[in-house]
């Protein structure tokens, strides 16, 4: 069956650099035998370690230590590992590995080039495999931030030994001022990392104001000092500094400590900088200042790319090519078929915005509370009961919604604030729309976390709504509901997996969420989610895995009375060696063939076409395939228009198929295809598949619920996406 009918030239923002010589190829070997040594899994660090002591740029590769130029017999030896010298070899560019080691090799020996070429005037970082390459000037861009503007670089081999780099501009917000500056100024902005002002390599979670004390006051036991003596004494810090700071609480994996607000930085994040916009400026400035600096169209960032591909392989690489000659790769790709959504009787829905006027797949739950902390008003905004009710209709569903509360009727108390969830929950009450003002988010927590003990999901609207934004908050609404407003038409290929699981991983710094999982059918059908493991550790549990799988299988096997003949498992990022050791092995036993494929959403290519004299981004669901490494790179989203101009450019997904038979061709259309399933936004897709994007999603709202996670959630239905 032929799935890919539609071929397209694809720009990359990726440059011919030079055809590797035998040279080029050729690589001392030395085995290595770290001291101490490593535990398992640990291996391959433990060597890079030892790499970056020998003088030499040199990377690990299969167990051993490969370098160009010959180590230094002085340093054979190194506090971290002995190297005994086993000749020279030529690397194979088909075999992946020795083709990732000469990457990784190219990469180093490019920023040790570039470190030294620019001294002084550029730095050089890693960042997730790739090259930041940042200017030293910062550009002002509102009052208290700026943007840092660089190049993320990147290296590629193919397996006819050809080596490219790949480049895109790069953007990192950045205040001047320290955390006292930024709490003197915006004292409403959630601030969640900060960073030493001395040493910006050392990030802390901030925790908030710990006390009023003088820094002279708050004493270190396990120094013998206080916090004021061991900023002067161990950091040569300012007096004037030290004692015209507040005394902070931050947190790191190690434990709480207090810090000083003036030797502490703030780390900025787009939330951060729309908290300032709401908080400060209405008219939506600082947005407009992010978007003008910071989202650039594909033409731009190809030109700019190229200008630094230029120097990088004039200069670094010497190579002769001609100027004319450096431009983007362009290479074949396909445009995969649009997926067909599904409403109301299987009927085809454009997107989950028709519900309103031709009905939701699948009905949930009919009842619904509404809690107005507004205005104490005992209605809903209009627009929203009015979609809410045309929606019920068009669906063919009766709904009850006359359940009204106000914040007179919300006691102070929190046993007293508990007897109220409950009691709606006791008249049958799962799913409560909460209209307040702009809030502090640990008020609104607080209210979600309530609701949740008494089995309720909660959805949350600022006051005021047009028809847009009322189809939205019905839709979360309705999605909390366990309504289902679109379905997928599922693809007709006997290669497709029956039931899709997605994985995420996330922190609050103390524990990790290991396994927070979201499943669907094969048409788009919600299964349900799954509780995470926690741990201590920064690694997937195998047994974790295996029981969350377990169970999204019986739940698909009691369904069906079956188990689905394929799985598919989709991990956000990388996946590490033997995290589904286990789940394979016993589905195996079960007959039920796995696939698993980790989706990485970071990365510097960009996918384009050339249209006349300029570039503009690939279409939805143009797919570009790398055979050799098992992977994919697709477009899914497209950048937002203003006045038909985008604004912006697309990230395309990189896919890696780590197991299963599964066809690259069959997982690229399915991977496209649940992308574009978002029941709970009427015209907007996610650019993770839906699985992925539910399952980060849930350990975001894992982590606000924190310890508490198992007690506050044993009410909650797994097919209610409480956290939409």
Not at 138 to 156: A, L, N
Not at 521 to 532: D, I, R, Y
Not at 544 to 553: C, P, R
Request: hydrophobic content about 35%; aromatic content about 8%; overall charge positive.
């Amino acid at each position: 069956m032929n799935l890919l009918q539609k071929k397209v030239e694809v720009t990359l923002n990726r440059f011919f650099v030079k055809r590797l010589t035998q040279e080029d190829l050729t690589f001392y070997g030395y085995h290595c035998k770290p001291n101490p040594l490593p535990a398992p899994g640990e291996e391959h660090k433990a060597l890079a370690r030892v790499c970056n002591q020998l003088g030499v740029v040199a990377v690990p590769l299969e167990g051993c230590i490969i370098a160009r130029e010959k180590v230094d017999p002085d340093k054979l030896k190194t506090k971290d590992g002995e190297l005994e010298e086993i000749g020279q070899r030529v690397l194979n560019c088909t075999n992946v590995q020795e083709k990732d080691a000469l990457e990784s090799f190219e990469r180093r020996r490019l920023r040790l080039c570039l470190k030294s070429l620019y001294s002084g005037k550029t730095e050089v970082e890693t960042s997730g495999g790739s090259l930041l390459w940042w200017k030293k000037e910062e550009v002002d861009c509102g009052k208290g931030w700026k943007i840092h503007e660089g190049r993320r670089i990147d290296v590629v081999v193919n397996q006819d030994s050809e080596l490219y780099i790949e480049i895109d501009v790069q953007y990192h917000f950045y205040t001047p001022w320290t955390l006292h500056e930024w709490l003197e100024n915006y004292p409403d902005v959630p601030i969640q990392w900060v960073q030493n002002t001395y040493d910006k390599r050392q990030t802390w979670e901030y925790l908030g104001i710990l006390s009023k004390q003088s820094p002279w006051e708050i004493q270190l036991p396990e120094l013998n000092m206080s916090l004021a003596e061991y900023h002067l004494q161990k950091h040569s810090a300012p007096r004037e500094e030290v004692e015209s700071s507040w005394v902070v609480e931050v947190s790191s994996g190690r434990g709480c400590f207090p810090h000083l607000s003036r030797r502490l930085s703030p780390v900025l994040t787009l939330e951060m900088m729309a908290s300032i916009e709401d908080a400060r400026n209405p008219g939506k400035k600082v947005s407009a200042s992010v978007i003008e600096h910071s989202r650039k169209s594909l033409e731009y960032r190809l030109q700019g790319s190229k200008k630094v591909a230029e120097t990088i392989i004039r200069r670094i690489y010497k190579s002769p090519i001609a100027q004319e000659r450096i431009q983007p790769l362009k290479i074949e790709g396909y445009i995969l078929p649009r997926p067909r959504l599904l409403g109301r009787n299987n009927q085809a829905i454009e997107n989950p915005a028709r519900v309103r006027y031709q009905g939701c797949a699948r009905v949930g739950e009919t009842k619904f509370g509404l809690l107005n902390l507004d205005d104490n008003k005992r209605e809903y905004p209009t627009e929203v009961r009015k979609c809410l009710l045309e929606v019920a209709k068009k669906s063919g569903a009766r709904v009850e919604i006359d359940f009204y509360a106000t914040r007179q009727d919300l006691p102070e108390g929190d046993l007293a604030q508990q007897r109220f969830w409950q009691s709606w929950a006791d008249k049958g009450i799962k799913t409560v729309l909460v209209v307040m003002p702009l809030s502090p988010n640990e008020h609104k927590q607080k209210i979600r976390l309530q609701a949740l003990r008494a089995g309720i999901a909660t959805q949350f609207m600022i006051p005021g709504a047009d028809p847009y934004k009322a189809l939205n908050v019905v839709l979360g609404l309705l999605c909390k509901a366990a309504w289902q407003p679109v379905l997928l038409e599922p693809l007709d290929h006997p290669e497709c997996s029956e039931l899709t699981i997605g994985f995420d991983v996330g922190t609050n710094r103390e524990l990790y969420y290991g396994t927070s999982a979201f499943a669907v059918l094969a048409n788009g059908q919600s299964l349900g989610w799954e509780l995470p493991d926690i741990q201590r550790g920064e690694t997937f549990s195998g047994e974790a895995i295996y029981q969350t799988v377990s169970k999204l299988v019986n739940r698909f096997y009691n369904k069906f009375h079956r188990y689905p003949r394929k799985v598919l498992l989709m991990r956000d990022g990388l996946v590490q060696r033997g995290e589904f050791d286990k789940t394979i092995e016993e589905l195996r036993k079960e007959k039920i063939a796995v696939d698993i494929v980790g989706v990485r959403k970071s990365g510097t290519v960009r996918m384009g076409r050339e249209e006349k004299v300029s570039y503009r981004d690939a279409a939805m669901g143009t797919v570009i395939f790398d055979h050799e490494r098992r992977s994919f790179m697709l477009v899914t989203s497209q950048p937002i228009k203003k006045s038909s101009v985008p604004i912006g450019s697309a990230r395309p997904l990189r896919v890696v198929h780590e197991h299963g038979n599964t066809p690259l061709e069959v997982l690229a259309i399915q991977t496209y295809h649940l992308s574009q399933l978002h029941p709970a936004s009427g015209f907007q897709a996610c650019r993770l598949p839906w699985v992925l994007h539910f399952a980060d999603k849930s350990s975001k709202e894992f982590q606000r619920i924190g310890n508490s996670i198992f007690s506050v959630l044993q009410n909650i239905n797994r097919e209610k996406l409480i956290a939409v």
